[in-house]
């Protein structure tokens, strides 16, 4: 049976979506690579770095271990790989943006490209705070309570996957501006829904936190004190680029034609 016009401009239309999504996955898995040789080099470094707020707050004669072989390779490797992803993260949503660029309008183009970068600012914002705020006070927390007699060693891989955990939960939560203003761009929700339904987000925020962080009051503040001001950020910031796409449209909006003074009719005025 011959294939009608509509099926195979469709099925064109379908192989090209195939190929393009091909070379930006292949750009940005050779962005990835491009971004891992030197933080490889560095590996041993980059791992020192990131164990830092845990040195630091370890008691006397704490250390940390390894307890499988290869552990001491893969796990730098892997932080490797995590500072490549980190550094690569821009030209990666750029990739994502290019994609699906094609098929936005013109107004949606404006908006698609500043939460890009406003995306991967908020991200690398997250983990910052994670790593410069939550983790040493999480730590001081959880060492300051370890038994007497009790040496504190603590598995270079456990950690690295604790560390992770965290950096990819505060990195969520500092998305939530950018969640607040697509879902009020996009019509889903309206600011004044979200201002409605505010406490119902502060009591999600505590239990989101609770169990996403490890079971200790301290990140469970660090994290739901942040994301409760970030929606408060995504309210006001919705708010005003509402405010002023609605005085765009009003000063768009086409003037009524004024008369002239000589199709005025003359208006009649009181003789005595």
């Known amino acids: 049976m011959p294939r009608s016009p509509a099926n195979t401009m469709l099925e064109g239309s379908f192989l090209s979506h195939l190929v393009e999504l091909r070379t930006r ?17 560095y590996a ?10 845990l040195l630091e707050k370890l008691p006397q004669g704490g250390q940390m271990i390894a307890t499988d072989v290869a552990t001491p ?6 932080v490797a790989m995590m500072m490549a992803f980190v550094i690569t993260l821009p030209h990666t949503f750029y990739q994502i943006w290019a994609f699906v660029a094609p098929g936005l309008y013109s ?24 790593y410069f705020a939550a983790l040493p006070l999480v730590f001081e ?7 007497e007699g009790v040496a504190v060693m603590t598995d270079i891989s456990k950690y690295l996957s604790f560390v992770l955990s965290m950096f ?26 979200l201002k409605e339904i505010r406490p119902y987000v502060i009591v999600g925020a505590f ?57 005025q009719k003359d208006i009649p005025t009181k003789t005595d």
């Open 25 to 41: 996955m292949i750009r940005v898995l050779g962005g990835l690579m491009l971004g891992f040789l030197p933080c490889a080099f």
């Open 44 to 53: 041993r470094e980059l791992y020192t770095l990131l164990a830092q707020p």
């Open 73 to 78: 390779f893969f796990v730098p490797m892997q």
């Open 107 to 130: 107004h949606e183009k404006r908006m698609a490209l500043p939460l890009v970068f406003g995306s991967s600012f908020l991200f690398f914002c997250g983990m910052a705070f994670a």
């Open 141 to 147: 927390f959880i060492t300051y309570f370890a038994p």
């Open 168 to 193: 990819l939960a505060f990195g969520i939560t500092f998305e939530v501006p950018v969640f607040v203003i697509i879902l009020v761009r996009t019509g889903v929700i309206t600011i004044e829904k």
């Open 207 to 263: 239990v989101i936190a609770a169990v996403i962080t490890p079971p200790d009051v301290v990140s469970q503040f660090m994290l739901a004190v942040p994301l409760c001001l970030l929606y408060e950020l995504g309210i006001f910031i919705a708010a005003f680029m509402k405010k002023k796409q609605d005085q765009e449209i009003q000063s768009d909006a086409p003037t009524p034609p004024q008369k002239d003074a000589s199709e």
